[in-house]
T-cell receptor, first 114, second 113 residues
Framework: NAGVTQTPKFQVLKTGQSMTLQCAQD?????MYWYRQDPGMGLRLIYY???????DKGEVPNGYNVSRLNKREFSLRLESAAPSQTSVYFCASSEGWGLADTQYFGPGTRLTVL | DAKTTQPTSMDCAEGRAANLPCNHSTISGNEYVYWYRQIHSQGPQYIIHGLKNNETNEMASLIITEDRKSSTLILPHATLRDTAVYYCIVRARGSSNTGKLIFGQGTTLQVKP
């Protein structure tokens, strides 16, 4: 079991470029999440997917789009990157939705936008 | 979800118990207390959670006061690898729950040799 995997690990973009962050889980979890973490801050939820085929906005969705490609994969897209999107991005998954279940996190993608 | 208050930082000697407090005075009856930690540059890691009874697993113990307004995470024999930021999170369950975790600033635990 690899758990939650994320690619790439590191990325540098120029302002205005686009890119997609990939996330996959092999735990047969129903729910998946994208968070960002800025230096010295806690994690903030960008988007989440309660189940395959559904996605919803979190606390800080502006500038991002997501796709729940299938049960395993949940991608985050930056259409036109801005320096304010420089951050560490974490993907997570959990078994259920609306339940007191735990979330399992990937290793993160460190993104720098110049 | 109820807000939590944690000390900004704590030190602990290696091999001793680390007791990390969390205040959640506005917690409601259907809200669980969760603890996660984040070791430098890694993704957060689940530690333990509870509703009202004390809980123990292979990583830690969780003590929740009878009025549920505060809790303590106990790492019984802290090691250098336990140096991390520890997050106390209160989260509801039920159909209206968005499932999201609200991470505050957490407590930075430094385990010293």
């Amino acid at each position: 079991n690899a758990g939650v995997t994320q690619t790439p690990k590191f990325q540098v973009l120029k302002t205005g470029q686009s890119m997609t962050l990939q996330c996959a889980q092999d735990m047969n979890h129903n729910s998946m999440y994208w968070y960002r973490q800025d230096p010295g801050m806690g994690l903030r939820l960008i988007y989440y997917s309660a189940s395959e085929g559904t996605t919803d906005k979190g606390e800080v969705p502006n500038g991002y789009n997501v796709s729940r490609l299938n049960k395993r994969e949940f991608s985050l897209r930056l259409e036109s990157a801005a320096p304010s999107q420089t951050s560490v991005y974490f993907c997570a998954s959990s078994e259920g939705w609306g339940l007191a279940d735990t979330q399992y996190f990937g290793p993160g993608t460190r993104l720098t936008v110049l | 979800d109820a807000k939590t208050t944690q000390p900004t930082s704590m030190d602990c000697a290696e091999g001793r118990a680390a007791n990390l407090p969390c205040n959640h005075s506005t917690i409601s009856g259907n809200e669980y207390v969760y603890w996660y930690r984040q070791i430098h540059s890694q993704g957060p890691q689940y530690i333990i959670h509870g509703l009202k009874n004390n809980e123990t697993n292979e990583m830690a113990s969780l003590i929740i006061t009878e009025d549920r307004k505060s809790s303590t995470l106990i790492l019984p024999h802290a090691t250098l690898r336990d140096t991390a930021v520890y997050y106390c999170i209160v989260r509801a369950r039920g159909s209206s729950n968005t499932g999201k975790l609200i991470f505050g600033q957490g407590t930075t635990l430094q385990v010293k040799p």
